[in-house]
């Protein structure tokens, strides 16, 4: 029973709020709960993108730092700064788009293990473990696991995390479970016009590929630096670039449309690296020396564009959190088969 | 859509509206709260399962959405010189009618530490008991009471006026 006192702070409270409407995005929701996985992973050491892009645009002291990206007059149209020819992106999307290293199959299977680090040492609690296959006719499964609580990581065989995952997949094929696909046709669909050669209309289309993060509409026009020291709209280009990369592994054009607008980031620096044996380029964000604290890499594969691993920390090795992923092509019968 | 994909949205078109009020109410601007609320439907998809599983889900809702706003009341903060602060979203002073109490007290809505501010919410707008407030914020009932009667010592004069948020 409440007093007089609390039921006139409870009539206010409702006064305060009852004439807004609220209508949910359920694509939109969809989408984020999808990206959760690896922004979960991810969360301790670096805060997510999409708020904190929006908060630190516009919240960030102004010209406490600068950026190579802070002079742009519009972040909107490409900097003069990026290396769009002659670039290692752009010739490995060259490449892709000449050869169109297509494997064989008519699916993609994409394994990924998150991984966080445990404290202070050098300790990590498993992650999420998904398997996913997208079909080339449109057809996507997806079979992720929550991370098993308080299980610390230690090294085993891939096998090992591709079992329960995987099994799990393969039911989902025989009964025909589904899972909507649409959630992703925006950053694919930019990344194709990227591919086709429309880059300022496909930067836009990818940074505004995910709506329902994009509230502030001045932070698009924001040059002051955030997550990064990225400005919020390059910093929206490379995590749905990221997004699109992994959900178009098996997709040539999407990966060479990717590559084209990570090459449009001008404080995106790519290296030659090599990952267990296999030659790789590492895509690096972030800049200590400028005052950003955390940063994130792409590890891909130097000659199909494929995603191996994405990881992110304070600046110095080892990582916070990683997430390693396995994409192969199969075919759909096959694979449900248990024979591929 | 898979049956799990179904019972999802029919959870989140009940409950999104009544999460979008607390959400307003814990971080004061409207726009932050549209993302707040996606933020946690976004988490509760990815662990709907879970959330299915849990003896009461719009429990495990509001915690997760409590949770995320006091993970960004920190980072703000941290990040924020509170002085360049918008003004609370949707609510401006104007002396000529009740708007200025609203934004009075919304403001010391606000300024309730994080914990005191979710207790106040759950308990006088979402209507929640001690009982089912504790559950939510994962506490004893003992310190919902306690955290309810500090605040309300610090909204107190707003029950001592004539007229209140008239």
Same mark, same amino acid.
């Given at each position: 029973?409440?007093?007089?006192?609390?039921?006139?702070?409870?009539?206010?409270?409702?006064?305060?709020?009852?004439?807004?409407?609220?209508?949910?995005?359920?694509?939109?929701?969809?989408?984020?709960?999808?990206?959760?996985?690896r922004r979960a992973t991810a969360t301790r050491s670096v805060a997510g993108l999409g708020l904190a892009a929006v908060a630190a645009a516009a919240l960030v002291v102004s010209g406490a730092i600068s950026t190579n990206s802070g002079t742009r007059a519009n972040p909107l149209t490409i900097p003069t700064t990026t290396?769009?020819?002659?670039?290692?992106?752009?010739?490995?999307?060259?490449?892709?788009?000449?050869?169109?290293?297509?494997?064989?199959?008519?699916?993609?299977?994409?394994?990924?293990?998150?991984?966080?680090?445990?404290?202070?040492?050098?300790?990590?609690?498993?992650?999420?473990?998904?398997?996913?296959?997208?079909?080339?006719?449109?057809?996507?499964?997806?079979?992720?696991?929550?991370?098993?609580?308080?299980?610390?990581?230690?090294?085993?065989?891939?096998?090992?995390?591709?079992?329960?995952?995987?099994?799990?997949?393969?039911?989902?094929?025989?009964?025909?479970?589904?899972?909507?696909?649409?959630?992703?046709?925006?950053?694919?669909?930019?990344?194709?016009?990227?591919?086709?050669?429309?880059?300022?209309?496909?930067?836009?289309?990818?940074?505004?590929?995910?709506?329902?993060?994009?509230?502030?509409?001045?932070?698009?026009?924001?040059?002051?630096?955030?997550?990064?020291?990225?400005?919020?709209?390059?910093?929206?280009?490379?995590?749905?670039?990221?997004?699109?990369?992994?959900?178009?592994?098996?997709?040539?054009?999407?990966?060479?449309?990717?590559?084209?607008?990570?090459?449009?980031?001008?404080?995106?620096?790519?290296?030659?690296?090599?990952?267990?044996?296999?030659?790789?380029?590492?895509?690096?964000?972030?800049?200590?020396?400028?005052?950003?604290?955390?940063?994130?890499?792409?590890?891909?594969?130097?000659?199909?564009?494929?995603?191996?691993?994405?990881?992110?920390?304070?600046?110095?090795?080892?990582?916070?959190?990683?997430?390693?992923?396995?994409?192969?092509?199969?075919?759909?019968?096959?694979?449900?088969?248990?024979?591929? | 859509?898979? #049956?799990? @994909? =179904?019972?999802?949205?029919?959870? $989140?078109? %009940?409950?999104? *509206?009544?999460?979008?009020?607390?959400?307003?109410? /814990?971080?004061?601007?409207?726009?932050?709260?549209?993302?707040?609320?996606?933020?946690?439907?976004?988490?509760?998809?990815?662990?709907?399962?879970?959330?299915?599983?849990?003896?009461?889900?719009?429990?495990?809702?509001?915690?997760?959405?409590?949770?995320?706003?006091?993970?960004?009341?920190?980072?703000?903060?941290?990040?924020?010189? #509170?002085? @360049? =602060?918008?003004?609370?979203?949707? $609510?401006? %002073?104007?002396? *000529?009618?009740?708007?200025?109490?609203?934004?009075? /007290?919304?403001?010391?809505?606000?300024?309730?530490?994080?914990?005191?501010?979710?207790?106040?919410?759950?308990?006088?707008?979402?209507?929640?008991?001690?009982?089912?407030?504790?559950?939510?914020?994962?506490?004893?009932?003992?310190?919902?009471?306690?955290?309810?009667?500090?605040?309300?010592?610090?909204?107190?004069?707003?029950?001592? #006026?004539? @007229?209140?948020?008239?």
């Amino acid at each position: 029973m409440m007093t007089h006192d609390e039921a006139r702070l409870s009539e206010a409270l409702h006064e305060l709020v009852d004439a807004q409407p609220f209508e949910p995005d359920l694509r939109t929701i969809e989408r984020r709960g999808r990206r959760v996985r690896r922004r979960a992973t991810a969360t301790r050491s670096v805060a997510g993108l999409g708020l904190a892009a929006v908060a630190a645009a516009a919240l960030v002291v102004s010209g406490a730092i600068s950026t190579n990206s802070g002079t742009r007059a519009n972040p909107l149209t490409i900097p003069t700064t990026t290396a769009l020819h002659g670039g290692p992106l752009v010739g490995l999307a060259a490449d892709i788009t000449a050869h169109q290293l297509h494997q064989p199959g008519n699916a993609t299977l994409i394994i990924s293990l998150g991984l966080t680090r445990v404290g202070t040492h050098l300790r990590y609690s498993e992650g999420d473990r998904g398997a996913e296959l997208f079909t080339d006719a449109g057809t996507y499964y997806d079979a992720s696991l929550d991370p098993p609580s308080d299980k610390s990581y230690t090294p085993r065989s891939d096998a090992y995390y591709d079992a329960h995952p995987v099994s799990l997949l393969r039911a989902e094929i025989a009964a025909h479970v589904t899972t909507s696909n649409a959630q992703f046709a925006d950053e694919e669909a930019a990344a194709i016009k990227a591919a086709k050669g429309s880059l300022s209309a496909a930067r836009r289309q990818m940074a505004e590929a995910l709506r329902g993060v994009v509230t502030c509409g001045a932070c698009v026009l924001s040059t002051k630096p955030g997550s990064f020291g990225l400005v919020p709209v390059d910093a929206w280009i490379w995590e749905n670039s990221e997004q699109a990369l992994e959900k178009g592994a098996g997709n040539p054009e999407v990966r060479a449309g990717v590559l084209r607008l990570m090459a449009t980031l001008p404080d995106v620096t790519v290296t030659h690296t090599t990952t267990a044996g296999r030659s790789t380029l590492t895509l690096r964000v972030g800049r200590p020396e400028a005052g950003m604290s955390h940063y994130q890499s792409l590890v891909i594969d130097a000659h199909m564009g494929t995603p191996v691993k994405w990881s992110a920390g304070p600046g110095t090795d080892p990582p916070e959190a990683t997430v390693t992923y396995h994409v192969r092509r199969v075919t759909v019968s096959a694979f449900a088969a248990g024979k591929s | 859509m898979s #049956r799990s @994909e =179904e019972e999802f949205r029919a959870f $989140v078109i %009940s409950r999104a *509206a009544s999460l979008h009020r607390t959400a307003y109410l /814990l971080c004061g601007d409207w726009h932050l709260a549209d993302d707040l609320v996606q933020e946690a439907l976004a988490k509760a998809f990815r662990h709907w399962k879970r959330v299915q599983r849990a003896d009461s889900p719009d429990a495990y809702v509001r915690r997760i959405l409590i949770n995320e706003s006091n993970r960004r009341w920190r980072a703000r903060r941290d990040l924020v010189l #509170r002085a @360049e =602060e918008a003004e609370p979203d949707g $609510v401006t %002073s104007d002396p *000529a009618d009740e708007v200025v109490d609203r934004a009075e /007290l919304l403001e010391a809505l606000q300024s309730l530490p994080p914990r005191q501010r979710a207790t106040i919410v759950l308990r006088y707008l979402d209507g929640l008991s001690e009982r089912e407030t504790a559950v939510v914020l994962e506490c004893s009932e003992g310190t919902v009471k306690s955290q309810t009667s500090r605040a309300l010592t610090r909204l107190n004069r707003f029950f001592t #006026r004539e @007229e209140l948020v008239r």
